[in-house]
Structure formats: structure tokens, C-alpha cells
């Protein structure tokens, strides 16, 4: 099946064609008021007093951002705090973009003035817009599509219909050749010896066992029932009682295919089919991580029964991947089906079966990255995103 | 087994044959029977509680510290002894996993 992507010099497809705007701060907001066509992350993580390990995974995240398909061309401002560290140098992070093919322009200015910055950078972005605006989009293979998948407010819906349902998508996507990445690893507790048999070998099995047993370890170093954590309570008050239940529910959003490997948060993947990331499941992070991995669109499966309100809708997590909402819970639907994409509640009233949504929303998918907007997409707002660190601050 | 449906019976999913809770899929008042459908296999359970729209029934009596088992996997065990009928939550039943505050209590002086 095909869908209409915008060809970039490396080979990738975008679905989006943004001009991306970086590092986080006053420089890039305000270039992207001023500008149409361009997106940014509103993020209070400059990098400034991380580890190593923690400034290299922001640094993999802005490239990954940068990399992604649904990006035209990127300026890269020198003024961030934490700009002056090796590998968030604005130059090393331009270089790291560059491989690609693609236009990417570092902004410095003489004497570093804020202001001088803004007005040089939202001349450059006018010319990169109007640049970018002169691509067509043309029919491309779906093997061409990454998704990235994060289930949230889950309750009992979401094991039975929901994840279910993006699973037939992912199957789908991975057999058409496409690329496929699911997370969440406190949500394999309880669940990981069913993917660990999936892993496409032993060192695959034994890294998804390790990802779930660390966070486990971590969860007992808290000295505190993770229940009173996550399951948060609007998964408990959808009707989810334990961890185990939630991750057993949980994983059914992968399908059924051999997971090729163990990504960290933001990690681009060498090849293609199913992967897992040892993320964190966070919407303000995790659709991020998929985006900078290559993802051209990410889904929110929701539960949603046990949700105070509909606030959680009004976030743009991916910055340059639309974000796709679902949900099977009818409640859910009647409460909120406007701002949502897809519906997969059918399968629980037995009016239609997994897979005929299934392909509901493969349709729904490959319009989406054929130009037809996500409901969430028509929002200006652009939601505060974190970086997945996992070291400690000094 | 042949089973008289009528208008207070009402829907449940069981996910797996080992299964020994199902959830129900409207919601469900103390006395209604629950038709619990592992595909077409139907086993009635009547109600001893209120149940609401996707929360757990125990298909069976189980015993305090039995294994509670959906998806064919345990998700927990019974915190004290749960009837048929019965709504299954965090009242009833408790996580195996992520437990700090057991790890606390044994590494306690």
C-alpha cells in the first residue's frame, strides 16, 4: 500500500514538511511565532549539570528530531545553556544533522545578542519555509512508515480492544516492510517473559528481561508497592488492579511479529520491523524519543475510563510526528469522540472484529501521513516536553 | 449446558481458558447474571455485588493467596478469600511485582 510522503536527499519519507528550530529557548520560540511551517520543543532542559550519558541522550534526541523524515531543513541556535558542552555544541549537533542530506543552518551572531539572533534566524526560517513549500508530495510504499505507539489512561478496554487493535496495525506495517516501535518497560512487568519469546534471538530475549528486572529493582529500592505509583490511578479506576494486569494488557500494542531489538529513548534503529524501547511512558517524553528514533506519526491508544478529564488531549508530544488518537472504551467516546481519530470500542459491542478495525485505522494511518491532518494536529499549543534522563542532576 | 437468556443478563469477556476472572462489558448490578463468554462458550455467574463497566468478576470462590489469572497469566493474588460473583480490584486482590514495600519490610532490622 502507498501513501503520499515528501522525498527527502537520504532516501527517508516524510509525512510532514517542517522547518525544526534548536535548541529549546526564548531563540527558537520566538522564530516560530513568527513563522509558519516551523516547530520546535518547549523544554527547561538545556542539558546544563547532566552526566555524560544524560547529555548524550538530549544530544541523540535534538539529531534524532532533526533526522526525522517529516523535517525539511533545521537552524540550530549557538545560545543555549548547555551549548557548551562537547556534544551539544550548536555546530556538533548541525554536523550530526547534515549526513542526512538536508539543509541545516547553525545560528551565531556577533556579540551573542538574544534579540540579533531571533531577527537573523526568523529571516533564515522565512527563505527554508518557503523553500521546503516547493516539495510535492508522491506516492511512496508504506514500508516507508514508522510508528511509535505509547498506551495510556489504560483500563480494561485497552487489553481487550484497544492494544489489540494497533497490534493488527503494527503485524501489518512490519510485514509490508515498515518500521514499528512500542515501549513503556515499567508496563512489560509482569508480561516480559511473553516478548522475551519473541525476541528474534537470545541477546534480544535476555535484553528485554534485563530492561523489565532493572526497573523492577528500581521500584524495590523505593521501598514502595509500585501500585501506589503505576498503575496510576486512572488505570485503577478504569478497573486495572495490578501492574501485571495493566503490562499483560499492555503488550498486546506490539502484535505479534519477532522484535528485532532493544533501542534506548530516542535511538534510531539500524534496521527495519518490530522494536522495543526502554523508555518511560510519559506522553511529555515518549512520543518525542519515537519521533528523534525516526517515527513519522505516533499513536495514543487511550483508555480512558478513569480519567478525571480530557485535558490529556490538548498535547502535541510528538513536535514533528502528528500524534493519532484511539480509543476502544465507549465512555470515552461519548465523552470526548471529537477530539479523538479512531474508535476500535466496536470489537468489545461485537459489531466488528479486531482486524476489520485494524484496517480501519491502517487507512486512517496512511491518510494521516498522506497529508490529512490528526485531530490533535489542528492545535497551535505546543505541549512542554522532557527529555527520558536517567542520571542524577549536579 | 443450555442456558435461558433473559433481559438482566448481561455481557462479560473471559480472555483465556485458564482464566478465573472475566470482565464484564456493561455494567452490572448486584443479582444480575453475567453471561461470561470465552468465544462462544457461555458460563453464567450471577452477580454478588455491583460490578461497573470494565471491572473484574471472580468466575470462581478463591481462596486468600490464590493466583488470579486473566490473559491465561497470574496478574496477582488474592489479598483475602474472594466469592463467585464477586467484584475483583484492588480491595481483594494484590500485585506480585514491584513490590518495595515488602523489599523494605525483609531488609528490615
Same mark, same amino acid.
Request: net charge neutral; hydrophobic share 30%; proline share 4%.
Given at each position: 500500500m502507498t501513501f503520499l510522503g515528501y522525498e527527502r536527499p537520504n532516501g527517508s519519507v516524510g509525512a510532514r514538511n517542517h522547518v525544526l528550530v534548536l535548541p529549546p529557548g526564548i531563540i527558537a520560540d520566538q522564530i516560530c511565532h513568527f513563522v509558519r511551517g516551523t516547530k520546535t520543543v518547549m523544554s527547561a532542559?538545556?542539558?546544563?549539570?547532566?552526566t555524560r550519558n544524560d547529555r548524550a541522550t538530549i544530544a541523540r534526541t535534538w539529531v534524532g528530531l532533526g533526522c526525522n523524515?517529516?523535517?525539511?531543513s533545521v537552524i540550530i541556535h549557538? &545560545?543555549?545553556?548547555?551549548? &557548551?558542552?562537547p556534544e551539544l555544541r550548536a555546530d556538533t549537533l548541525a554536523d550530526r544533522i547534515a549526513r542526512t542530506g538536508k539543509r541545516v543552518e547553525t545560528l551565531h551572531v556577533e556579540g551573542d545578542d538574544t534579540l540579533d539572533a531571533i531577527s537573523e534566524g526568523i529571516r533564515r526560517a522565512r527563505a527554508m519555509v518557503h523553500e521546503a513549500s516547493k516539495l510535492r508530495r508522491r506516492p511512496f510504499s508504506d514500508a516507508c512508515l514508522s510508528l511509535g505507539v505509547k498506551c495510556g489512561a489504560s483500563d480494561t478496554t485497552s487489553g481487550i480492544a484497544g492494544n489489540p487493535v494497533i497490534g493488527y496495525v503494527f503485524d501489518k506495517l512490519v510485514q509490508a516492510g515498515g518500521t514499528a516501535f512500542f515501549g513503556e518497560t515499567t508496563e512489560i512487568i509482569g508480561a516480559e517473559h511473553l516478548l522475551a519469546k519473541r525476541g528474534v534471538d537470545d541477546t534480544v530475549a535476555h535484553a528485554i528481561v534485563d530492561a523489565a528486572r532493572r526497573v523492577d529493582e528500581k521500584a524495590k529500592a523505593t521501598g514502595q508497592d509500585i501500585r501506589t505509583i503505576n498503575p496510576v490511578p486512572a488505570n485503577i479506576a478504569g478497573g486495572l488492579t495490578t501492574l501485571e494486569e495493566k503490562s499483560l494488557g499492555a503488550i498486546h500494542k506490539s502484535g505479534s511479529m519477532p522484535i528485532q531489538g532493544v533501542l534506548q529513548y530516542s535511538e534510531r534503529p539500524t534496521g527495519r520491523g518490530l522494536y522495543f524501547v526502554d523508555n518511560w511512558m510519559t506522553m511529555t517524553s515518549i512520543f518525542m524519543g519515537y519521533a528523534a528514533a525516526g517515527a513519522q506519526l505516533v499513536l495514543f491508544q487511550l483508555g480512558g475510563g478513569g480519567l478525571m478529564s480530557d485535558a490529556i488531549f490538548y498535547t502535541s508530544g510528538g513536535v514533528v510526528a502528528p500524534l493519532l488518537w484511539t480509543t476502544a472504551n465507549q465512555k470515552t467516546r461519548d465523552r470526548a469522540g471529537w477530539l479523538l481519530d479512531v474508535y476500535s470500542g466496536t470489537v468489545i459491542e461485537g459489531t466488528e472484529t479486531i482486524s476489520e478495525v485494524g484496517e480501519r485505522l491502517y487507512h486512517t494511518i496512511l491518510d494521516v501521513a498522506s497529508g490529512t491532518m490528526t485531530k490533535s494536529e489542528t492545535l497551535t499549543r505546543i505541549t512542554p516536553n522532557q527529555v527520558y534522563t536517567q542520571e542524577p542532576m549536579f | 449446558m443450555y442456558v435461558r437468556m433473559n433481559m438482566t443478563s448481561k455481557r462479560a469477556l473471559i480472555?483465556?481458558?485458564?482464566?478465573n476472572v472475566a470482565t464484564v462489558t456493561e455494567d452490572v448490578e448486584v443479582g444480575d447474571v453475567i453471561m461470561a463468554a470465552l468465544e462462544r462458550d457461555l458460563r453464567p455467574v450471577t452477580a454478588v455485588e455491583n460490578i461497573p463497566f470494565g471491572f473484574k468478576v471472580a468466575l470462581t470462590n478463591l481462596a486468600k493467596d490464590a493466583p488470579v489469572y486473566k490473559y491465561g497469566e497470574p496478574i496477582g493474588k488474592a489479598s483475602q478469600p474472594i466469592r463467585k460473583g464477586a467484584l475483583v480490584h484492588i480491595h481483594n486482590v494484590e500485585g506480585l511485582r514491584g513490590r518495595g514495600d515488602l523489599a523494605r519490610a525483609e531488609t528490615a532490622p
Open positions: 532542559d538545556s542539558g546544563s549539570g547532566r523524515p517529516n523535517v525539511a549557538g &545560545a543555549s545553556l548547555g551549548g &557548551a558542552y | 480472555l483465556n481458558a485458564k482464566d
